[in-house]
């Protein structure tokens, strides 16, 4: 269900660094061999093999990320992102997985222009790429894709992210057929009569500033609803860029009464409140937007008790022409592959808010696990899917140029800590 | 929390330039400095000979991209009175009209060097962007909802000649809060002096956690010494969006009527009336109404503004002097 370009598989030997996997409950100094991009040993001491040797003194070495949430904008957008440049920055991010979101132009609707995308991957991806297609044709909300072959053509699950699925008896009919393909359906909960024109969460911010509020029930309801028909028809969702207190509530319900619901939050919701609006800086509108302090607590629970499974970027590259106009005339989105790792290492496990081990699991394990995909792990025999941690590095955004076609980061000009020093993904080396 | 640190890279330069941009970035002290500049120009207007040399040579963009009567001409009529060179440019009739960006519009202008550029915008934010692309002083003569810091300080002004004082004044400002850009600079404004407010209205038109008392009962008016009536933004108001059933039900509810006022109840508006909605013609005429006496504070305030921007100081005897000569 993923599609890299032929790299030749790695011959190297990791020593020196902390190996730290917590889902094989790992935290040792260990070696590793790995032998045409296959771990093959992970000891005190490993034969090295005539491999070359990569000296990792200081550093942690730990499966790589998985994004479930990217967008790729390719077909259509190429100017703002593509196969290949979208790779190149999960790579410089440390993901050796990236599932790509099928609102693009044309949408990811049909056989063709999901075949075609599989072929580009082959072709250019740096590192494994998974294709989300669409739930209804043209994510109008009107008629079911043909989900049957979508999935045979390699769908890894279905979305109208961005373009909420407004009707109830659709999404139910979605539900009902997408368990015959055994994919998931990633849903984007937005009631839009209730955020109809909003560009900023319903709140102080929004009421003083004069935007138009976007409120956390315009999510939730459409969570709620969602929830719901899931446990009616014991079908799979996820429910994508969760940001609302209300609405995490309604997972964990849901959850608790063994719905088989997951969910992902994204950096930015985990960091930054609507307060961050002030700036008036387009770089911080998203949909949904950035909530109150108590929505981002609520949030970072969820995340730390596992009903929130993943940590997904929602990556969304535009022209920097596009996002510098009015807050208002901005389009939602930001990138977030090269930073996601650093910026919650930096403001939310080195103040000892979140775990070093959580943020890994829920980075990598937690959304490999939601959507079907091979765990990567330190384990003799698994495919080398593995990223060298430079904890200590300290750099500032925006510095050195983005591998991302687009630079429409949030964090422009903050400094971070903590970077990827070398990537592996899919046996290969993807970066350093 | 996160600072967002993105002006940290930009290029060491000049210290920042002086802006307008929004009453939250004024202290009480700078709105006094406003005032007491505006009573002195106030003072020249009664002169024989009303121009003023002190922005002699000075260029002044007035960039409009919305309709305006009153802020439009005061602003420049404003910068003629103290001498300047005005450039008016409106969006319709100009390359805005060929979809050119508000960033290349900005830049357009930008390269005639102007002094201070004024900026009426539909989109919140649009001085901003203004401020960070030109080398100009920006004043916001209004940007979508969010701010017009004029209209607040010509109404800050208006209060204090009328009423002999702001501390401990009491206002209701009543109607369409939410879309009001009016509402948003006067409560900051009045909450710096020291005034009480109450926001009165429908209650889908008062936005939820604003920092202000709120009720949509219309009696909350009559503690008030000043009833601020705000205009009724119909254009606003999508087909459909059902803030109120109708604006004859708005009338009936809030409109403001002879009988709903106290005697000697003065009243406010920012402009322009809907006679017969949100005010009755009776109220809108009667001697309480300070509404014309507003828009003459507009010429003398945004002169103090435009003076202030440029010069940085209160008017002192240097302004008075030239004012003689001339």
């Keep these: 269900m993923l599609w890299q370009k032929g790299l030749p598989g790695a011959n190297l030997v990791i020593r020196g660094a902390r190996v730290l996997d917590p889902t094989e409950g790992i935290d040792a100094r260990l070696e590793v061999r790995i032998d045409d991009g296959t771990i093959a040993e992970v000891a005190q001491k490993v034969d090295a093999n005539e491999h070359r040797i990569v000296e990792a003194d200081g550093l942690v070495l730990a499966p790589a990320f998985v994004d479930p949430h990217v967008h790729l904008r390719t077909p259509g957008r190429e100017d703002e992102e593509t196969v290949a440049s979208g790779t190149a920055a999960a790579a410089a991010g440390g993901y050796c997985a990236i599932l790509a979101m099928p609102n693009t132009d044309p949408v990811v609707d049909s056989a063709a222009t999901l075949g075609a995308l599989v072929e580009a991957a082959r072709g250019e991806a740096q590192v494994p790429v998974g294709f989300l297609a669409a739930i209804t044709r043209g994510q109008r909300g009107e008629e079911l894709t043909e989900m049957g072959e979508l999935a045979e053509t390699g769908a890894v ?85 969760l940001s609302a207190a209300e609405s995490v509530e309604a997972l964990r319900r ?8 997951s969910g992902e939050a994204t950096p930015h919701h985990l960091v930054l409140t609507d307060d961050a609006v002030r700036s008036l800086d387009p770089n911080v509108k998203m949909n949904p937007p950035l909530r109150a302090e108590h929505d981002r607590v609520a949030l970072l629970d969820a995340v730390r008790d596992g009903t929130i499974e993943a940590i997904a970027t ?96 949030w964090l422009l000009g903050s400094t971070l800590r903590g970077a990827a020093r070398m990537t592996l993904a899919g046996g290969a080396v993807a970066f350093g | 929390m996160i600072r967002l640190v993105s002006d940290d890279l930009r290029p060491p330069g000049d210290p920042p330039k002086r802006h307008l941009l929004s009453v939250g970035d004024l202290t009480r002290e700078d709105v006094e400095r406003l005032l007491g500049t505006a009573r002195t120009f106030e003072t020249s207007l009664e002169r024989h000979v009303k121009k003023l040399p002190t922005l002699k040579g000075h260029l002044i963009v007035n960039l409009f991209y919305e ?40 830049l357009t202008l930008g390269a005639y060097d102007p002094d201070v550029i004024v900026i009426r915008h539909p989109q919140i934010g649009a001085p901003q962007l203004v401020a960070r692309v030109t080398e100009a002083h920006v004043v916001n003569a209004g940007d979508g909802k969010h701010q017009h810091p004029t209209q607040a300080l010509l109404d800050l002004y208006t209060l204090r000649e009328e009423l002999g004082r702001l501390e401990g004044l009491q206002v209701a400002i009543v109607g369409d809060v939410l879309h009001s850009r009016v509402a948003r600079s006067l409560v900051q404004a009045l909450a710096l002096v020291g005034v009480r407010v109450t926001l009165v209205g429908p209650p889908a038109l008062l936005p939820r956690e604003f920092p202000a008392e709120a009720t949509a009962d219309i009696e909350a008016i009559r503690d008030a010494d000043v009833v601020y009536i705000l205009r009724m933004q119909n254009e606003r108001m999508e087909p459909g969006a059902n803030f109120v059933p109708s604006l004859r039900e708005y009338t009936a509810r809030w409109g403001i009527t002879p009988e709903r006022l106290r005697p000697g109840q003065k009243v406010m508006h920012p402009g322009p009336m809907n006679r017969g909605v949100e005010i009755d013609p009776l109220v ?6 300070l509404i014309t006496r507003q828009v003459r504070s507009g010429l003398v305030v945004r002169m103090a503004v435009l003076y202030d921007v440029l010069t940085g100081g209160p008017v002192g005897v240097q302004a008075l002097a030239a004012a003689e000569v001339a």
């Design chain 1, 157 to 241: 699950a279905f979305s109208d992210d961005g373009m909420p699925v407004a009707s109830a008896g659709l999404m139910r009919r979605a539900i009902q057929y997408a368990s015959v393909t055994d994919r998931p359906l990633a849903l984007h909960c937005e009631e839009t009569t209730l955020s109809h024109g909003g560009h900023v969460h319903e709140g102080r911010v929004a009421a003083e500033l004069g935007f138009a509020g976007y409120p956390s029930i315009a999510e939730s309801v459409a969570v709620e609803r969602d929830l719901s028909l899931a446990g009616y028809e014991s079908g799979r969702v996820h429910v994508l860029h």
């Design chain 1, 254 to 261: 849901a959850r608790e009464a063994r719905v088989e619901a």
């Design chain 1, 314 to 409: 929602d990556h969304a590259p535009h022209a920097a022409h596009e996002k510098e106009v009015p807050f208002e005339a901005a389009p939602f989105g930001v990138t977030g592959l090269e930073t996601a790792f650093a910026v919650l290492y930096t403001h939310l496990v080195e103040p000892g808010v979140l775990s070093l081990e959580t943020l890994l699991e829920r980075m990598s394990a937690g959304p490999a696990r939601i959507f079907g995909l091979d765990r990567p792990r330190v384990a003799p025999g698994a495919r080398a899917n593995l990223v060298l941690l430079d904890l200590d590095r300290e750099w500032r955004v925006g510095e050195q140029p983005f591998r991302s076609r687009s630079g429409n980061s």
């Design chain 2, 67 to 106: 309709s305006s009567t009153r802020t439009s001409s005061s602003f420049e009529l404003a910068a003629k009175r103290l001498s300047a060179d005005t450039l008016n440019v409106k969006s319709v009739g100009s390359s805005v009209d060929k979809g050119e960006s508000l960033k290349d519009t900005a």
């Design chain 2, 284 to 289: 809108a005429d009667s001697p309480d109404s």
